[in-house]
T-cell receptor
Framework: NAGVTQTPKFRVLKTGQSMTLLCAQD?????MYWYRQDPGMGLRLIHY???????AKGEVPDGYNVSRLKKQNFLLGLESAAPSQTSVYFC??????????????FGDGTRLSIL | DQQVKQNSPSLSVQEGRISILNCDYT??????FLWYKKYPAEGPTFLIS?????DKNEDGRFTVFLNKSAKHLSLHIVPSQPGDSAVYFC???????????FGKGTHLIIQP
């Protein structure tokens, strides 16, 4: 059981380039999330989705777009990468709102550097 | 302003002793609190949670205590083992569908 899989694991971009981070989960979870973690900081929510075809903004959504065309996949896009987007990106999924006996399950992260 | 605070960046505990990790929050709308454990180069792993209607939850060596009036929770690990060395994140959730609010984490080091 793979759980939550993030692709790629590492990436280096130049300022202004675009890219898409892929998150796939095989647990049939309804809810999916994208977080970023900066050095010495906790994880901060970028965008989330409560089901296929839905997306919503989190705490730090600027500069990112997301899509949930299939229930098992949640894509995070950077249209024009900036050095401030250098971070480790984590995807998570949960069966419902991610509390109690149905917590969020996280992938192992994508380390993204913008030069 | 940080809504979830973990004021100890690191904590060193001897193997076999009790580890106590602390967390404070400011948002009264939080109704669920969770602890996650994170090893380097891996994603956070769920450890234990507590609802705001409870004051204690136990799972094996892990116990979480919640003091709502003080807006404070703590994670107790007893006895501490070498494999417990990791970064521990306190997280909180409101009633909506959005994600978790995380603290900055505490790096727990278990000394042999």
């Amino acid at each position: 059981n793979a759980g939550v899989t993030q692709t790629p694991k590492f990436r280096v971009l130049k300022t202004g380039q675009s890219m898409t981070l892929l998150c796939a989960q095989d647990m049939n979870h309804e809810y999916m999330y994208w977080y970023r973690q900066d050095p010495g900081m906790g994880l901060r929510l970028i965008h989330y989705s409560v089901g296929e075809g839905t997306t919503a903004k989190g705490e730090v959504p600027d500069g990112y777009n997301v899509s949930r065309l299939k229930k098992q996949n949640f894509l995070l896009g950077l249209e024009s990468a900036a050095p401030s987007q250098t971070s480790v990106y984590f995807c998570a999924s949960s069966r419902s709102t991610g509390t109690g006996n149905q917590p969020q399950h996280f992938g192992d992260g994508t380390r993204l550097s913008i030069l | 302003d940080q809504q979830v605070k973990q004021n100890s960046p690191s904590l060193s505990v001897q193997e076999g002793r009790i580890s106590i990790l602390n967390c404070d929050y400011t948002n009264s709308m939080f109704d669920y609190f969770l602890w996650y454990k994170k090893y380097p180069a891996e994603g956070p792993t769920f450890l234990i949670s507590i609802s705001s209607i409870k004051d204690k939850n136990e799972d094996g060596r892990f116990t979480v205590f919640l003091n709502k009036s003080a807006k404070h929770l703590s994670l107790h690990i007893v006895p501490s083992q070498p494999g417990d060395s990791a970064v521990y994140f306190c997280a909180a959730k409101g009633g909506g569908a959005d994600g978790l609010t995380f603290g900055k984490g505490t790096h727990l080091i278990i000394q042999p």
